[in-house]
């Protein structure tokens, strides 16, 4: 028989729904995502740790769970909430049912939930503390929610981070289907020699950015979140990488303060997390989105050259401009609320974006990035 949930929010709305994976009681930030594919990424993805997320596309699951799609080694998710679930997956490269790799790794699933009505609750009233449960009655479940953490002041990039450091060695050829058009033989484009070397902050890395610096021509160490600007200055890279990740950056001072000592010794280039630490470094603010920007088609204009792009986001908080000093450039911004979503320094080599250039959600609109950091250590060599 079917077991049923809870999906219980702080302002007292309740959802009721069945349950698929594990079991039991988990709380967090809600917070939903309005990709149409990409589940599996978002529940590796270290970026969500805290939060339970809600998919707006109506079924989910009908491609199934594949190892090579991970973006961790874990799902950082507390739990999934989603329409409707397809438990017979149908694809070739399945290796195993959402609900039971949900199940296998302990995170609670519920499914029944009319997402339209919930996202349109967070879109009017703000991201809000949740809580899921198959145990709980609703008044309990509603004061579980309460007395949740609030995702302000949370520094859990500490529980996502490595805890060593570690040279990125593991398969990052792009796969490819063979073409005799264009002569692509498959199912994997060579890589091409690595010209940079770099040292990665590791706040939540993604894996597949990890293979796409490599695709770019970049050697890649991966340093813990704690790693002083001493100690990456002492590894004499070509140029430093900060990482995407989940939490509040103003939490996460003792980042801000080794990030000033690197900013103009070494080319640096940040992405989501790694931006509005930046931000931070560079004498500015942050502040905290009312529903975050969580998808795959966010419209982002590029200030310098009038070209818009449609990228893959995911964050809930944002940089303000107006705390930036002079020196630095806001270069990007998001069409739909105007917040900052990428940044240069007018003096030094420091770039950085909101979003996430290594995702590829239809669009690889942002993909040039990676080559933009290389041509920045380039002509900066020396």
């Given amino acids: 028989m079917p077991t049923n949930a809870i999906l219980a929010l702080e302002d007292g709305r309740c959802f009721q729904g069945t349950a698929y994976g594990a079991t039991g009681t988990t709380t967090g930030e809600i917070c939903f995502n309005t990709s149409m594919t990409g589940y599996q990424e978002v529940i590796t993805d270290p970026s969500y740790r805290g939060q339970i997320v809600a998919m707006t596309y109506p079924?989910?699951?009908?491609?199934?769970?594949?190892?090579?799609?991970?973006?961790s080694r874990e799902p950082h998710i507390r739990a999934f909430v989603i329409g409707e679930l397809c438990d017979v997956?149908?694809?070739?490269?399945?290796?195993?049912?959402?609900?039971?790799?949900?199940?296998?790794?302990n995170v609670l699933g519920i499914e029944g939930i009319d997402t339209r009505a919930?996202?349109?609750?967070?879109?009017?009233?703000?991201?809000?503390?949740?809580?899921?449960?198959?145990?709980?009655?609703?008044?309990a479940a509603i004061a579980a929610a309460k007395a949740s953490p609030s995702m302000e002041g949370m520094d859990y990039v500490k529980e996502v981070s490595t805890p060593h450091a570690f040279h990125w060695e593991e398969e990052s050829r792009n796969w490819i289907l063979p073409n005799a058009m264009t002569?692509?033989?498959?199912?994997y484009e060579e890589l091409p020699p690595a010209r940079h070397r770099i040292v990665a902050y590791d706040f939540g890395?993604?894996?597949?950015?990890?293979?796409?610096?490599?695709?770019?021509?970049?050697?890649?160490?991966?340093?813990?979140?704690?790693?002083?600007a001493a100690d990456v200055l002492a590894k004499n890279p070509d140029g430093v990488f900060l990482s995407n990740g989940p939490g509040d950056p103003a939490a996460l001072g003792y980042i801000h303060e080794e990030l000033r000592q690197l900013i103009g010794k070494k080319p640096i280039f940040g992405i989501c997390l790694g931006n509005q630490l930046l931000g931070h470094a560079f004498g500015g603010n942050t502040f905290k989105l009312k529903f975050g920007h969580r998808g795959g088609n966010q419209p982002v204009k590029d200030?310098?050259?009038?070209r818009i792009s449609i990228t893959s986001q995911n964050h809930?908080?944002?940089?303000?401009?107006?705390?930036?000093?002079p020196e630095i450039e806001v270069t990007h911004i998001n069409l739909n609320d105007g917040t900052v979503e990428g940044m240069r320094h007018r003096d030094l080599p420091v770039f950085s974006v909101q979003y996430h250039p290594e995702a590829a959600p239809g669009p690889n609109d942002a993909a040039y990035f990676f080559e933009e950091f290389a041509a920045l250590i380039d002509a900066n060599k020396g």
Wanted: with cysteine.
């Fill in 59 to 71: 079924q989910i699951g009908n491609y199934g769970v594949n190892p090579e799609d991970c973006e």
């Fill in 89 to 105: 997956p149908s694809n070739w490269r399945s290796s195993e049912s959402l609900s039971s790799y949900l199940a296998r790794h």
């Fill in 118 to 139: 919930l996202t349109k609750h967070l879109r009017s009233l703000g991201a809000m503390r949740a809580c899921v449960t198959t145990e709980l009655d609703a008044e």
């Fill in 183 to 187: 002569g692509a033989e498959g199912p």
């Fill in 205 to 228: 890395l993604k894996f597949n950015i990890l293979r796409r610096l490599r695709q770019a021509g970049f050697d890649v160490e991966v340093v813990p979140s704690t790693t002083s």
């Fill in 303 to 306: 200030l310098r050259t009038g």
């Fill in 316 to 325: 809930g908080f944002a940089v303000d401009p107006d705390s930036l000093p």
